[in-house]
Nanobody, 124 residues
Framework: QVRLTESGGRLVQAGDSLRLSCAVL????????MGWFRQAPGKEREFVAS????????EYADSVKGRFTISKDNAKATVYLQMNNLRPEDTAVYYC?????????????????WGQGTQVTVSS
């Protein structure tokens, strides 16, 4: 059984940086793309960033481009989301997910395993 566990979320101030981690247990990470999504109160879940199996391809939502960086360490079976210059509108529960295949994609329907999420709150 594949399990994804996010960590690193907390309360920060606008302009701060934060790094989220997603540990993948019970299955390989090497051959799969990974993604980060987020959901703010009262809003639908939205795409944040994704990365292909070998890190050679990444995609970002326009709202986070230039501020967030996704990376993966296959040896540690962990995916990271480095978030810089955080804004109050980045406040949300952040979820990591494993893609069904090796590619990078912004479409939630293409991800088959999801974590429980970690809360990020950015105060102004």
């Amino acid at each position: 059984q594949v399990r994804l566990t996010e960590s690193g979320g907390r309360l920060v101030q606008a302009g701060d940086s934060l790094r989220l981690s997603c540990a993948v247990l019970g299955g390989p990470l090497t051959n799969y793309g990974m993604g980060w999504f987020r959901q703010a109160p009262g809003k639908e879940r939205e795409f944040v960033a994704s990365i292909s199996w070998n890190g050679g391809s990444t995609e970002y939502a326009d709202s986070v481009k230039g501020r967030f960086t996704i990376s993966k360490d296959n040896a540690k079976a962990t995916v990271y989301l480095q978030m810089n210059n955080l804004r109050p509108e980045d406040t949300a529960v952040y979820y990591c997910a494993r893609h069904m295949h090796y590619t990078s994609s912004p479409y939630p329907i293409e991800y088959d395993y999801w974590g429980q999420g970690t809360q990020v709150t950015v105060s102004s």
